[in-house]
């Protein structure tokens, strides 16, 4: 596929249990990113890749949250011990470009995570 | 903070009527504006783009128009469609880097 895609697309997980969400992105894509949209909200960055480098990890909200992307392609976001405000759609997105150029990003469908 | 908000929570349009989606953004170093379309279930899809030495640029029934004066950002969309209806969302980016910021997004109903 020529898009950006995410798996598994539900996960549903009990609260304290460990998760790890996957993105593919677009081949020969550059820059990667995670974000995490609440319902009815617009998504909100998490974390951002320029190839293996993760250049920024402001936007985790604790250190339960990790993302990698050690050959600089696919990349896995894990949650640790889920707590129920974790539930959201983890959003994927890559760009062609890196640094300070100036490119859309292309979004997955994202993983819907609910922690019951 | 850097923040990009949306004026109209909800618009519902006649089929066939143009569309005009309106968004603020408060940081004046923005330099890069995109409109995302988002339908149920479905990850942000890119409509268009513009930067910020520009005020206005042209796709296909879609307009983007930028008023860095007042720091606003606007979507026109001709001749609307049932297949417009969505969750509309513009986003930001500084100079400085990569980091994309959404406004809470506006949905739009197209009624038949």
């Known amino acids: 596929g020529a898009g950006v895609s995410q798996s598994p697309r539900y996960k549903v997980a009990k609260r304290g249990q460990d998760v790890a969400l996957r993105c593919d992105p677009i081949?020969?894509?550059?820059?990667l990113f995670w974000y995490q949209q609440a319902l009815g909200q617009g998504p909100e960055f998490l974390t951002y890749?320029?190839?293996?480098?993760?250049?920024?990890k402001s936007g985790l909200p604790s250190d339960r949250f990790f993302a990698e992307r050690p050959e600089g392609s696919v990349s896995t976001l894990k949650i640790q011990r889920t707590q129920q405000e974790d539930s959201a759609v983890y959003l994927c997105?890559?760009?062609?470009?890196?640094?300070?150029?100036?490119?859309?990003?292309?979004f997955g469908n994202g993983t819907r995570l609910t922690v019951t | 903070g850097e923040s990009v908000g949306l004026h109209l929570p909800t618009l519902s349009v006649q089929e066939g009527d143009n569309s005009i989606i309106n968004c603020a953004y408060s940081n004046s170093a923005s330099d890069y504006f995109i409109w995302y379309k988002q339908e149920s279930g479905k990850g942000p899809q890119f409509i268009i783009d513009i930067r910020s030495n520009m005020d206005k640029r042209q796709g296909q029934r879609v307009t983007v128009l930028l008023n860095k004066t007042v720091k606003h950002l606007s979507l026109q969309i001709a001749a609307t469609q049932p297949g417009d209806s969505a969750v509309y969302f513009c986003a930001e980016m500084g100079a400085a880097g990569n980091k994309l910021t959404f406004g809470g997004g506006t949905r739009v109903l197209v009624k038949p």
């Open positions: 081949s020969g894509h550059v820059s």
């Open positions: 997105a890559s760009s062609l470009v890196s640094g300070t150029g100036m490119a859309p990003l292309h």
């Open positions: 890749f320029q190839n293996e480098a993760q250049l920024d």
